[in-house]
């Protein structure tokens, strides 16, 4: 099972502080670690919403490529519900991942979270052409690689 696990934004993420040495040393250990056990598939931290930018769909339905879109640029507020960085991890299940993240070192000073969020894969959606489709891009992503 694939997991994606996302370090929640701060205040000072926001603003751009980086972290100092010793919690990015700590942090390289920590993915060595994973990279070791072949958990780690991806990872990485994000800049700050400032530099992002949202796409905001309005009205017609879900596949539809012709509604309304509104471009809509950082920063975001709420910064609690915000994304600082994400792993891409496979493990067991549920279980291990949780164990895996809570062995990581603290990501910021202050209170801080990190979201586990299992990703669906091809199988959860049972066979058809869309499926197959997406099963071809993915080939194609890989030989990319």
């Known amino acids: 099972m694939r997991f994606m696990v996302m370090v929640k934004a701060t205040k000072d993420s ?30 990485n931290g994000l800049t700050a919403s400032s530099k992002g930018a949202r796409i905001k769909f309005t009205g017609g ?9 509104a471009v809509i640029d950082g920063p975001f507020a709420e910064t609690k519900e915000l994304v600082a960085g994400y792993w891409i ?5 549920r279980a291990e991942a949780v164990e895996w ?17 299992q990703l669906f894969e091809l199988e959860d959606f049972g066979e058809s052409p869309a499926v197959e489709h997406h099963r071809k891009l993915g080939e ?5 690689k």
């Open 14 to 43: 926001e603003a751009g502080k980086l972290p100092p040495e010793e919690a990015l040393a700590a942090m390289a250990k920590f993915n060595e670690e994973m990279v070791k056990a072949g958990v780690m598939l991806d990872g």
């Open 140 to 144: 194609e992503i890989a030989k990319q």
């Open 89 to 93: 991890i496979q493990v067991r299940d």
């Open 61 to 69: 339905k879900m596949g539809d490529r012709t509604s309304p879109r």
């Open 101 to 117: 993240i809570k062995r990581c070192p603290k990501p910021h000073d202050g209170d801080c979270e990190i979201e586990i969020r």
